[in-house]
């Protein structure tokens, strides 16, 4: 019987000593992605920063071995902060997002000596100019632009609509210019470029070579108009991953590869140099390197539907639900074996929509048969909840045959300790 091993470690081992559901890790396909994104990501002509956009999953243990690679960080909160400032990260490859800053994460983000702001409107952009005064603290900020491109991607993870409630359009000049004087004034805050972010899980390069094409665009017409010039630009993220089989991304090491090409390209035929390229991958860092490890339990037909049920659901993983996103799996212990069934996965949470696959050809299944979902390792952890006070699962990272835990389950105490 052939047994699915996650970097070299057996999932059986893995469920009998860490318990299910559970994330794990495969660390070395983790270090292959970062590695791969610097390699790509160089040129000879600007600087170049790879940033990890941390919400896609945050732990200490990764943000160190990520920080060892040489990658930075993207945060949109205090509370992401305060997880790279824990785990002792390069505070000043920082960049800090998010459209709502309050005084408080400014003031949190100055203090811990942030490199980046991504400034997102007007009256952010008065704020940080304001609080970085009183504190007599120096930072850099890029202004986040829309730059009205559309990727095919689901609505909600879509970010360039032109009524999105990311940045300032790229043709609303006016309260541009109020960002870039408010900016220029101040004498802690640095005017240092230009940020855009497309939207996530694009799997086609070309629209973020549109997107650099539009952006470069842009700082022409600003060294035309203004006289800026030798800006730095970010790109953001969204690199789409392979959730199945199917699904045909580039990969993210000739993804990088790529838009610097485009970016030396466009700044050569639009006149304009950059000092910077920044991207800030998230999902295509960490989600084909991890898996969530169930157990089958009951399982019974409804209707025309064979119902496999797992001990987890939409609390760990709330992506089918939300965006009707597609998952394939495996049974741990009968990867070999041909697929006779077809069942719809389902998680626990008491909830209709707790599917996690609609429908799935596996192997007959029994109850206590581990259900291995694969490419979970982006936005699953992250987003989980504790809805029916489900404890979030633990977390292992896995490699050369060696497992340790990174984030211990979550128990009922756990659950219950805020309250007062
Ligand atoms: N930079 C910015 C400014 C972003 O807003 C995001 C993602 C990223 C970088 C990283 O994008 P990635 O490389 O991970 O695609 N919860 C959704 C995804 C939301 C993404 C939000 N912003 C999901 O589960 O699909």
């Known amino acids: 019987m052939?047994?699915?091993?996650?970097?070299?470690?057996?999932?059986?081992?893995?469920?009998?000593?860490?318990?299910?559901?559970?994330?794990v890790y495969d660390e070395n396909r983790i270090k292959y992605q970062a590695r791969s994104a610097v390699s790509g990501f160089s040129s000879q002509q600007f600087d170049t920063e790879v940033v990890y956009a941390s919400k896609a999953f945050?732990?200490?243990?990764?943000?160190?071995?990520?920080?060892?690679e040489g990658i930075g960080f993207d945060v949109v909160s205090g509370g992401e902060l305060y997880g790279v400032m824990k785990a002792g990260g390069d505070m000043s490859k920082v960049y800090f997002h998010g459209n709502n800053k309050s005084d408080e994460e400014i003031s949190m983000a100055l203090e811990?000596?942030?490199?980046?702001?991504?400034?997102?409107?007007?009256?952010?952009?008065?704020?940080?100019?304001?609080?970085?005064?009183?504190?007599?603290?120096?930072?850099?900020?890029?202004?986040?632009?829309?730059?009205?491109?559309?990727?095919?991607?689901?609505?909600?993870?879509?970010?360039?609509?032109?009524?999105?409630?990311?940045?300032?359009?790229?043709?609303?000049?006016?309260?541009?210019?109020?960002?870039?004087?408010?900016?220029?004034?101040?004498?802690?805050?640095?005017?240092?470029?230009?940020?855009?972010?497309?939207?996530s899980q694009i799997v086609e390069a070309e629209s973020f070579e549109k997107a650099l094409e539009t952006m470069i665009g842009f700082l022409a017409e600003l060294k035309a108009d203004l006289g800026l010039d030798n800006m730095e630009l970010s790109i953001g993220g969204g690199f789409g991953i392979r959730y199945l089989d199917t699904d045909k991304p580039v990969e993210l090491g000739d993804m990088c590869a790529r838009m610097i090409a485009a970016a030396e390209r466009f700044t050569a035929e639009k006149n304009v140099s950059i000092s910077k390229l920044i991207t800030e991958p998230?999902?295509?860092?960490?989600?084909?390197?991890g898996y969530t490890v169930y157990t089958v339990g009951?399982?019974?037909?409804?209707?025309?539907?064979?119902?496999?049920?797992?001990?987890?659901?939409?609390?760990?993983?709330?992506?089918?639900?939300?965006?009707?996103?597609?998952?394939?799996?495996?049974?741990?212990?009968?990867a070999d074996q041909t697929p006779e069934m077809t069942y719809c996965v389902a998680g626990k949470n008491c909830e209709s929509g707790d599917v996690l696959i609609k429908q799935i050809r596996l192997p007959k299944a029994e109850s206590g048969d581990?259900?291995?979902?694969?490419?979970?390792?982006?936005?699953?952890?992250?987003m989980a909840s504790n809805y029916n006070r489900l404890g979030r699962p633990a977390v292992v990272f896995a490699a050369d045959g060696n497992s340790r835990l990174i984030i211990r389950r979550e128990t009922y105490e756990d659950q219950y300790k805020l309250e007062v």
């Open 370 to 382: 581990l259900l291995v979902m694969k490419a979970t390792g982006a936005y699953g952890y992250s």
């Open 58 to 68: 945050s732990s200490a243990a990764l943000f160190r071995m990520l920080g060892e």
């Open 2 to 23: 052939e047994n699915l091993q996650i970097g070299g470690v057996s999932c059986r081992k893995l469920a009998d000593e860490f318990g299910t559901p559970l994330n």
């Open 282 to 289: 998230g999902r295509s860092m960490v989600g084909e390197a």
């Open 112 to 199: 811990a000596g942030v490199g980046y702001f991504v400034v997102d409107n007007v009256m952010e952009a008065g704020r940080l100019v304001e609080i970085a005064e009183k504190k007599q603290r120096e930072t850099r900020a890029l202004l986040r632009i829309n730059p009205g491109i559309s990727a095919h991607t689901h609505e909600y993870i879509m970010t360039a609509a032109p009524d999105s409630k990311f940045g300032i359009h790229i043709r609303d000049r006016k309260h541009i210019e109020e960002v870039i004087q408010k900016l220029s004034r101040s004498r802690y805050v640095k005017h240092s470029g230009f940020h855009s972010h497309i939207g």
């Open 298 to 334: 009951d399982m019974k037909t409804s209707g025309d539907k064979n119902y496999l049920f797992v001990d987890g659901g939409m609390s760990d993983n709330i992506r089918p639900a939300l965006y009707d996103a597609e998952y394939t799996a495996v049974l741990a212990d009968k």
